[in-house]
């Protein structure tokens, strides 16, 4: 079987961004319909699936962030190094977009992403872009018991995505 080369340094982000991921979390990005929003992530899953980079993400049907990554089916991931980033990735995973724009609000800077419309935050020092190529529910029989005890919420389910990475790079 012939290997599929990958034209970005994905191996060495992958295993960056699952670290930081693990220990403080990411901001993950999407836009629709000229509305953007952020919302912090903190788990996650990189891997190959047909052949393709992914991301595998988790996002709870009642977030704003799902409701526009519904539309746009795009989103980006920007990992900060840094632990001074630490209060706004809080606020962004505390805050609702619905609510106001937490992006201004948290004093986060929107840069053009290199392959999405989606945008990058600019403080974050690595970079992915992905599009999304599964969006599956996550429904109880489906859940290991313990995870459903600690994480699940049967009125607000998680919404499984998995998303090739299209673009990968840092600062």
């Given at each position: 079987?012939?290997?599929?080369?990958?034209?970005?340094?994905?191996?060495?982000?992958?295993t960056k961004a699952m670290?930081?991921?693990c220990d403080q979390g990411a901001f993950l990005t999407t836009s629709a319909d000229g509305r953007i929003n952020t919302m912090t992530i903190a788990w996650g899953s990189a891997g190959i699936v047909m052949k393709k980079p992914t991301l595998t993400v988790f996002i709870r049907?009642?977030?704003?962030?799902?409701e526009l990554l519904s539309t746009s089916?795009?989103?980006?991931?920007?990992i900060p190094d840094s632990k001074n980033m630490f209060t706004k990735l809080?606020?962004?995973?505390k805050q609702s977009?619905?609510?106001?724009?937490?992006?201004?609000n948290n004093q986060l800077t929107l840069q053009s992403a290199k392959v999405v419309d989606t945008p990058i935050i600019a403080e974050g020092t690595w970079h992915l872009e992905c599009k999304v190529l599964l969006a599956q529910p996550m429904t109880a029989p489906f859940i290991d018991e313990e995870c459903q005890q600690e994480h699940w919420i049967e009125d607000n389910p998680y919404l499984c995505y998995i998303a090739e990475v299209v673009a990968c790079y840092g600062k």
């Amino acid at each position: 079987m012939l290997q599929q080369e990958i034209p970005f340094p994905f191996s060495e982000s992958a295993t960056k961004a699952m670290n930081w991921l693990c220990d403080q979390g990411a901001f993950l990005t999407t836009s629709a319909d000229g509305r953007i929003n952020t919302m912090t992530i903190a788990w996650g899953s990189a891997g190959i699936v047909m052949k393709k980079p992914t991301l595998t993400v988790f996002i709870r049907e009642s977030r704003y962030t799902q409701e526009l990554l519904s539309t746009s089916n795009e989103f980006t991931v920007s990992i900060p190094d840094s632990k001074n980033m630490f209060t706004k990735l809080l606020a962004c995973g505390k805050q609702s977009g619905r609510d106001g724009d937490k992006i201004a609000n948290n004093q986060l800077t929107l840069q053009s992403a290199k392959v999405v419309d989606t945008p990058i935050i600019a403080e974050g020092t690595w970079h992915l872009e992905c599009k999304v190529l599964l969006a599956q529910p996550m429904t109880a029989p489906f859940i290991d018991e313990e995870c459903q005890q600690e994480h699940w919420i049967e009125d607000n389910p998680y919404l499984c995505y998995i998303a090739e990475v299209v673009a990968c790079y840092g600062k």
